[in-house]
């Protein structure tokens, strides 16, 4: 089994920054494509960022230019660096990790950004 803890949610002005981090912990032994996505009031989950295990990113257009998505394999946490937000970027962001093949979700943390 594998957990993720999710941190570095909040509130924040037009404009500004945030970081949030994803620690994987439990039966883990090889990580391949570590994620975040979100998902806003009344609509689907979408893709925000994704890298794999070779350091491979790619980003929604939408977020293109503005979030960068990282990871510190020693650490199995995977980071998201989201500049110039905006309000539309208000939503739960969830992080993803495929271990061995099987997918597993954190649980979430609210992003808002007000105008």
Request: proline fraction near 2%; hydrophobic fraction near 35%; include cysteine.
């Amino acid at each position: 089994q594998v957990q993720l803890v999710e941190t570095g949610g909040g509130l924040v002005q037009a404009g500004g920054s945030l970081r949030l981090s994803c620690a994987a912990s439990g039966r883990i032994s090889n990580i391949n494509n570590m994620a975040w996505y979100r998902q806003a009031p009344e609509k689907k989950r979408e893709l925000v960022a994704i890298i794999t295990s070779g350091g491979s990113t790619n980003y929604a257009d939408s977020v293109k230019g503005r979030f960068t998505i990282s990871r510190d394999n020693a650490k199995n946490t995977v980071y998201l660096q989201m500049d110039s937000l905006k309000p539309e970027d208000t939503a739960v962001y969830y992080c993803n990790v495929v271990v061995r093949f099987l997918s597993y979700w954190g649980q979430g943390t609210q992003v808002t950004v007000s105008s």
